[in-house]
C-alpha cells in the first residue's frame, strides 16, 4: 500500500483535516447577564424579600424626631391648659381643681400684703413721714455722688455720700482722702455739682474700725431733706435698700460721662439694691452691719436704709472669696456718735420701721476672708 505521501494528492485516505476555532468571547459575559435577570426578576415577586423579624411589624408614621416632641408637648400643654382653666384661684389661699367637689383643696400660704403706691414712686412711705413722696425720692433727693479732683484736675476717685443736714453731707473717710490742692465735688440731680470741704474725719479708714467723713456746703441746699439715723441697734431679716453710685454701673452711664466731659443736662441718679440684714459684729470701735444688697466698689460711703427710709448704717467695704462674698456697713449709732462730737445734730430715730413686705431671704453669709473697701 502506498503512503499517503507519494500517491495521489485527492486520495481521501491521504487527506489531513485541520479544525476551525471560532473565537465568541461574548457569550460568557451573555450568561452572567441572564443569570442576573432571572435572580433579579425572582426577587421582585411580592414577599420574597424578607428581613428577619420583620413579620408583623407595624408600620410607624413618617415624622422627625422634633415633630415627635413637640407633638408630645403640645398635648401636655393643652392638658395643663385645661386644669388651669377650670381652676379657681381664691384670695383666702386655696385652690381647687376641676371635678374635685369634695375638697376645697391644699391650703396655700397667705399672699403678702400689696406695696403701698405713690404718684411719685413705686412706694410710699409709712403714715407720719415728714417726706412727701414715695421712698425712692426721698434716696434720690438725699443720695450724692461723691468726686475727688487732683490739683490739676486729674481724676482722683469717687463714691457716694448722702444728706444729714441741709448743708452736711456724710461718707468714708477713704473715700475722699484726697492729693494736697486736690478738690472735692458733690453731685445730685436736685443741687447740680456743688464743691465741698472737709468739715471732720475718723482717725482711721482701715476697715473694721470708725471710717467716717463729714463734708460742707457753703451753703445749705434748701431743697433736700436729709435722712435720719436709726439709734436702736439693727436686727437679723430687717430689709434694707443700699443705695449708692457704684463705678460698673456708671462706667456704661452717658449722664455720668457728659457729666466727666463738663456738659451740662441730666445728672446721674442713685442705683438702689434690697437685700436683709443676716448677722451684725463687733468691730473695732465699732458695730458692723452684714446684709445682701448688692454693693461694690463706688457705693462707699452710701446709706443703708430700712423701708421708712432711715439710715441703719454707712455702706464701707466688702469682703470675698471663693466660696462667696459678703457686704459691710457701720452702724448708724456709730455715725450718730461722730456726728455730736463733730457738733452736728442729726435728726434721730429710735422706733422700729413697720415693713411694707416681707422679703425673700437671702443665702447665709459666707466667712469671707479678704476685706477690699468698698470705693
Not at 432711715?310 to 471663693?322: A, P, S
Amino acid at each position: 500500500m502506498k503512503s499517503g505521501r507519494d500517491g495521489n494528492p485527492n486520495d481521501a485516505e491521504s487527506q489531513i483535516e485541520i479544525p476551525v476555532v471560532v473565537n465568541r468571547p461574548w457569550i460568557p459575559v451573555a450568561i452572567a447577564c441572564g443569570v442576573a435577570l432571572v435572580v433579579l426578576l425572582f426577587l421582585l415577586i411580592p414577599g420574597v424579600l424578607r428581613y428577619p423579624g420583620t413579620e408583623g411589624a407595624r408600620a410607624l408614621p413618617v415624622a422627625t424626631p422634633h415633630q415627635e416632641i413637640n407633638s408630645a408637648l403640645e398635648e401636655r400643654i393643652a392638658t395643663l391648659q385645661g386644669l388651669l382653666d377650670g381652676g379657681i384661684c381664691v384670695r383666702d389661699g386655696t385652690y381647687a381643681l376641676p371635678g374635685d367637689d369634695s375638697s376645697p383643696g391644699p391650703e396655700l400660704a397667705a399672699l403678702p400684703p400689696a406695696l403701698a403706691q405713690s404718684p411719685a414712686g413705686p412706694e410710699a412711705l409709712p403714715e407720719g413721714s415728714e417726706f412727701a413722696g414715695s421712698l425712692l425720692d426721698l434716696i434720690d433727693q438725699a443720695t450724692t455722688l461723691v468726686l475727688v479732683a487732683g490739683p490739676q484736675g486729674e481724676s482722683g476717685g469717687m463714691g457716694t455720700g448722702f444728706f444729714v443736714t441741709s448743708d452736711t453731707i456724710l461718707t468714708n473717710r477713704h473715700v475722699v482722702d484726697i492729693p494736697p490742692g486736690g478738690k472735692i465735688f458733690v453731685v445730685n440731680p436736685g443741687i447740680g455739682v456743688k464743691e465741698a470741704s472737709i468739715a471732720a474725719q475718723s482717725a482711721t479708714d482701715t476697715p473694721g474700725t470708725a471710717d467716717f467723713a463729714l463734708l460742707r456746703l457753703a451753703t445749705p441746699a434748701a431743697s433736700v431733706t436729709p435722712l435720719s439715723l436709726v439709734t436702736t441697734r439693727a436686727t437679723r431679716l430687717t430689709n434694707v435698700v443700699a443705695a449708692g453710685f457704684p463705678g460698673m454701673v456708671l462706667d456704661t452711664d452717658a449722664r455720668f460721662r457728659s457729666l466727666l466731659n463738663g456738659e451740662s443736662g441730666e445728672l446721674p441718679t442713685a442705683v438702689t439694691t434690697e437685700g436683709v440684714i443676716t448677722a451684725t459684729q463687733a468691730g473695732s470701735g465699732t458695730e458692723i452691719i452684714l446684709h445682701t444688697a448688692q454693693i461694690s466698689p463706688g457705693n462707699s460711703g452710701g446709706p443703708l436704709l430700712d423701708r421708712c427710709g432711715r439710715v441703719l448704717g454707712i455702706n464701707t467695704f466688702i469682703r470675698t472669696q471663693d466660696e462667696g462674698r459678703m457686704n459691710y456697713a457701720l452702724a448708724a449709732q456709730d455715725l450718730h456718735r461722730f456726728l455730736t462730737a463733730a457738733g452736728v445734730t442729726a435728726t434721730a430715730a429710735a422706733e422700729t420701721c413697720p415693713p411694707a413686705a416681707e422679703g425673700t431671704p437671702s443665702p447665709a453669709p459666707s466667712d469671707p476672708t479678704a476685706p477690699a473697701a468698698a470705693k
